[in-house]
């Protein structure tokens, strides 16, 4: 968590708001010092994105590539409506585009 914290750091100000990919529990936000939305994508589907986005949410952090590879449709959106940012092993980090 941290190489999170210093990616996220490096590419965001300190009040951007921040999406995570990991269910309904904020403990990565704690982690990476940063306020936000926790959701899980595979629960909530990707409408929520929008949603949060309205709120002003600027980065989406998801753990691990992991989701991509069951849900294609999730790498897509992503694909055409943000830029990857940072890609490991353990997460990525895509930086959202202004909706239209």
Known sequence: MDQAREVIAGVSRPDDLVITNTGEHPVLLY???RYGFA???E???LGVI???RAQGAELFLT???ESWERHPEFAAYFDKNARLLHRDQD???YRLTPSN
């Open 31 to 33: 982690h990476i010092n």
């Open 50 to 52: 929008d949603s949060y």
């Open 43 to 45: 629960d909530t589907g």
């Open 39 to 41: 959701a899980a994508l």
């Open 63 to 65: 753990p691990t590539a």
């Open 91 to 93: 997460f990525l980090v």
